[in-house]
C-alpha cells in the first residue's frame, strides 16, 4: 500500500528563519509529486509540482526537491514569514500522472512575529 | 492561477438524506476527481473522471456515491443516503499539465 508521511506534525518557527518541512513516500516508482498550501478551513492551494524525472522545482522563496532513491522530498521555505503560517500537504501521483493524489497528514507551520 | 469552484460552501443535512455536491472544473480540463477529508485526517481521494466515465474509485466510493457530469461545465457528487460518517470537507479537483488544481470545497455535515 501506498504511504505519505510527513514530519514533523507541527513546526514553529521565528519569523525570518529558513526552513525545511520532509515528507517520505514508500513506493519507489514515483510519478509525480505536489506541495500544498492549505489554510485553516479553506481549500488546497498547489504551490509546486515535482515530475517524478526532475530534482527539484523553485518558485520564489520556495524550493522542493525530490530524491526517488531515498524515497523523500523536502520543501525548503526561505527567509519565512507570517504570512506562510498554513499546513504543507505534500502528494504523490498514485498510479499515474493522471491518477489520484496520495497525501501526507501535513505539516502545520507557524511563524512568529 | 487556474481557479475551481464548488457549491454549495457549507452543507447540513439529517442522516439519511441525498446530498449533491457541485464543481465547476477548470474550463477545457478533461480529468476529475473528488476527494474528501475528515476534521483532523488527511486527504482522502474518492474517485477521478475522465471522458465521462470514472476512471478509478477508492474503497471509500461505495454504491452510496456516484458522480456525474450533467452538462459540459458541472461536474458533481450525489450521497445517496448520508451517514453520520460522511460528515467532511469535499474537495474537488481539474487537471492540468499534470498538475491537479483543488477547489475551495464544501463543508458537509450530517446530523
Known amino acids: 500500500k501506498q504511504e505519505v508521511t510527513q514530519i514533523p506534525a507541527a513546526l514553529s518557527v521565528p519569523e525570518g528563519e529558513n526552513l525545511v518541512l520532509n515528507c517520505s513516500f514508500t513506493d519507489s516508482a514515483i510519478y509525480n509529486l505536489q506541495w500544498f498550501r492549505q489554510d485553516p478551513g479553506k481549500g488546497l492551494t498547489s504551490l509546486l509540482l515535482i515530475q517524478s524525472s526532475q530534482r527539484e522545482q523553485t518558485s520564489g522563496r520556495l524550493n522542493a526537491s525530490l530524491d526517488k532513491s531515498s524515497g523523500r522530498s523536502t520543501l525548503y521555505i526561505a527567509a519565512s514569514q507570517p504570512g506562510d503560517s498554513a499546513t504543507y500537504l505534500c502528494?504523490?501521483?498514485?498510479?499515474?500522472?493522471?491518477?489520484?493524489?496520495?497525501f501526507g497528514q501535513g505539516t502545520t507551520l507557524q511563524v512568529k512575529p | 492561477e487556474p481557479e475551481v469552484t464548488q457549491t454549495p460552501s457549507h452543507q447540513v443535512t439529517q442522516m439519511g438524506q441525498e446530498v449533491i455536491l457541485r464543481c465547476v472544473p477548470i474550463s477545457n480540463h478533461l480529468y476529475f476527481y473528488w476527494y474528501r477529508q475528515i476534521l483532523g485526517q488527511k486527504v482522502e481521494f474518492l474517485v477521478s473522471f475522465y471522458n465521462n466515465e470514472i476512471s478509478e474509485k477508492s474503497e471509500i466510493f461505495d454504491d452510496q456515491f456516484s458522480v456525474e457530469r450533467p452538462d459540459g461545465s458541472n461536474f458533481t457528487l450525489k450521497i445517496r443516503s448520508t451517514k453520520l460518517e460522511d460528515s467532511a470537507m469535499y474537495f474537488c479537483a481539474s487537471l492540468v499539465a499534470e498538475t491537479q488544481y483543488f477547489g475551495p470545497g464544501t463543508r458537509l455535515l450530517v446530523l
Open positions: 502528494a504523490q501521483h498514485g498510479s499515474s500522472n493522471t491518477g489520484k493524489l496520495i
